[in-house]
């Protein structure tokens, strides 16, 4: 059974961090590549990070995060993590974890799975 579960979100001061986790199906995990996207109150969903599994482990970032927000996996768990360092109000949404994208890491249209989402909220 597919399946992505996310935790790790919670309350944060701005300047603090969180690292989010999404534990995914030997399936899902198996697939090309995962990532993270992320919808605020009023927002359209917009991509965050991604993952591949590639020998390199190649990553993708969205500039707003670029530098603060890292990814990463762990194959013996099937487990993607994103390291959110020095977080800002506007960093504040919803986020999803995504897995086997069959086009461009960066379009959720692209990716055939998704968790049920983690939420995020920084505090000025």
């Known amino acids: 059974q597919v399946q992505l579960v996310e935790s790790g979100g919670g309350l944060v001061q701005a300047g603090g961090s969180l690292r989010l986790s999404c534990a995914a199906s030997a399936r899902t995990f198996s697939s090309n590549a995962m990532g993270w996207f992320r919808q605020a109150p009023g927002k359209a969903r917009e991509f965050v990070a991604a993952i591949n599994w590639s020998s390199t482990g190649s990553t993708y970032y969205a500039n707003s995060v670029k530098g603060r927000f890292t990814i990463s996996r762990d194959n013996a768990k099937n487990t993607v993590y994103l390291q959110m360092n020095s977080l800002k109000p506007e960093d504040t949404a919803v986020y999803y974890c995504?897995?086997?994208?069959?086009?461009?890491?960066?379009?959720?249209?692209?990716?055939?799975?998704w968790g049920q989402g983690t939420q995020v909220t920084v505090s000025s």
């Open positions: 995504a897995a086997d994208p069959q086009g461009s890491y960066y379009s959720g249209h692209m990716y055939n799975y």
